[in-house]
């Protein structure tokens, strides 16, 4: 429709609705704006409540402090090698396993995704997987955090469709060139795929580098703690004025800094890499989705 031949009434229901959109966004995004701007604010500022949106005195020495401490260094290092090995091995367990389902003729085919279909719909429960851990030699170890939760039944039938839309006369080529099922899913079907690859990276690497509950369970070492405990410890000290370094390596209410810009600052300094990396990914990230659900 014209916009000159639009009604009164059509346009102020647009302003309204845009207004309201405007308003959710500047809620959603207000959170971000007080964290980064708290943690670049300097200590003296801080105090006096100087700063609104913007600190009116920066300063970086939240971050030095958090980045010379053993305790956010080794969580940083725990949670950076969860995150790069989780993802790698999730993606090749995934592509993998969802490649051999899609062959009709793989013995126990069937049973297999029976089994998988049974995941999505009854979960064994915490105990057994704890003990299932413990039995494993898992404990306090960051593979504990790993191999439990290497792929789930959704993940693998997205992929699996997304195979099963590729046209068989490549594999049928590639057989008829001599290569077997392994280097037909490595050399063909995976560089085929990377829009669905990339998609799925994104969805363990955020949930990798989220890990928390796992690592509250299982880790007894406070330096393989996740950087999510990390967080939550910082906090809970500081609310209860444990003061307890015995309990972990890291107290903010010991640093000459005021607590919140120390805690901002870690905020910043872990949500940072999702940011960072999102971009790249998001361009594959609907594509390869929707292109993995539309054949079942």
């Known amino acids: 429709m014209n916009r000159s031949s639009r009604s009164p009434s059509s346009l102020a229901a647009d302003i309204a609705i845009y207004a309201v959109l ?5 809620v959603m995004i207000f959170p971000y704006v007080y964290v980064f701007a708290v943690s670049f604010t300097s200590a003296q500022s801080y105090v006096a409540g100087e700063f609104i949106l913007f600190p009116r005195q920066w300063s970086l020495d939240a971050y030095r402090y958090i980045l010379s401490t053993s305790a956010f260094l080794d969580s940083f290092r725990a949670t950076a090698f969860i995150a790069l090995a989780g993802t790698a091995l999730s993606i090749v367990f995934t ?9 009709k003729t793989m013995p126990g085919r069937n049973l297999l995704l029976l089994m998988l279909l049974v995941t999505m719909l009854f ?6 997987q704890y003990l299932l851990v413990e039995k494993l030699g898992l404990i306090n170890s960051l593979w504990a955090l790993i191999l439990p939760v290497l792929t789930n039944a959704w993940s693998v039938f ?18 008829i060139d001599g290569c077997n099922d392994l280097v037909i899913w ?5 560089p085929l795929s990377m829009p669905v690859i990339a998609a799925f990276s994104l969805f363990f690497a955020v ?7 796992s690592g509250l369970i299982y880790m007894r070492d406070a330096a393989k703690w996740p950087l999510q405990v990390l ?19 890291f107290d903010p209410s010991q640093a000459a800094l005021p607590p ?26 609907a594509k390869g989705v929707l292109l993995g659900s539309v054949k079942g």
Do not use: H
């Not at 592509?95 to 062959?103: I, R």
């Not at 120390?262 to 300094?269: C, E, P, Q, S, T």
């Open 260 to 285: 919140e810009t120390i805690k901002m600052a870690a905020l910043v300094v872990v949500i940072a890499p999702i940011i960072l990396v999102y971009p790249f990914l998001q361009k594959y990230f």
């Open 95 to 103: 592509t993998s396993f969802a490649y051999a389902v899609t062959k």
């Open 22 to 26: 405007l308003l959710v966004c500047i």
């Open 186 to 190: 490595y050399r063909i079907i995976v």
């Open 158 to 175: 997205v992929v699996k469709s997304f195979f099963q839309s590729l046209p068989d006369s490549l594999e049928d080529s590639a057989q």
């Open 123 to 128: 979960s064994g429960g915490l105990v057994p």
């Open 207 to 213: 949930g990798y580098w989220n890990t928390y509950f």
């Open 231 to 249: 967080l939550q410890q910082m906090i809970l000290q500081n609310e209860t004025n444990m003061g307890n370094m015995s309990v972990v390596s």
